[in-house]
């Protein structure tokens, strides 16, 4: 049986409900099933909250919500990302490791719908990257990748590839680049969804290898500012 010892009492209540159900009783209700006082509750509630574990309306009440990995790792890294943006590098390395590792599982995953979805997305960005004016591509980056991994039906690899791209916007590489490299990475890109869609999916995963090093680059020439 795994460990209970780091819960609080209201999580291991919870973690006895049935996924998403609709029917947690009030805290007022909990409190005497265990004997834990209501404000102790409260504030266990609120932690419940933070970590994506529950929801609570006026009306409807305390409902359990389906298991989300993003706001848990969202709490511990935006906590060091204040604490020390470089950290941020440790963290990319680690969501590029899983990218790798995950990649045939994931290509093959994806149906024709998917592989159009890839492919319109290489168009956007490439639209945007030829417009006048430019414009950075960032949404398109996001949801290139985003989709790739969108089949695995694994929370834990997309709640870290989600947190990546929020961490990627709070230290402003949405923002920060320049047009040699936008070009280099939607060149790779193009590539990788062209492999897809082609079923050659180790050239897929060489064009994403050599593409991950143009970010090491950009992380290492980032201005002082932005560290």
């Not at 916007?169 to 590539?191: P, Q, S």
Request: charge should be negative.
């Amino acid at each position: 049986m795994p460990t209970q010892e780091n819960l609080s009492e209201f999580l291991k209540y919870l973690a006895k409900y049935p996924k998403e159900c609709d029917n947690i009783p009030s805290l007022s209700v909990i409190s005497k099933e265990i004997g834990i006082s209501v404000a102790a509750l409260r504030e266990q509630l609120e932690v419940a909250k933070a970590l994506g574990f529950v929801e609570v309306r006026p009306r409807t009440g305390i409902k359990k919500t389906p298991f989300d990995f993003y706001p848990s790792v969202m709490l511990g890294l935006n906590y060091l990302l204040i604490e020390d943006q470089d950290s941020f590098i440790k963290f990319s390395d680690l969501r590029q490791k899983i990218e790798f590792s995950f990649w045939e599982e994931a290509v093959i995953l994806l149906d024709s719908d998917d592989q159009q979805k890839l492919q319109q997305i290489i168009q956007q960005a490439f639209e945007k990257l030829n417009g006048s004016p430019i414009q950075i591509p960032h949404e398109q980056h996001k949801n290139l990748h985003l989709t790739i991994y969108s089949k695995l039906n694994n929370p834990f690899v997309s709640g870290i590839l989600e947190a990546y791209w929020k961490a990627y916007e709070l230290i402003g590489l949405n923002f920060f680049t320049d047009y040699a490299y936008l070009r280099a990475v939607w060149d790779y890109h193009k590539i990788m969804v062209d492999s897809i869609v082609s079923n050659e999916y180790q050239k897929g995963y060489d064009a994403m290898k050599e593409h991950a090093d143009l970010l090491v680059n950009l992380l290492d020439n980032r201005p002082a500012s932005g560290r």
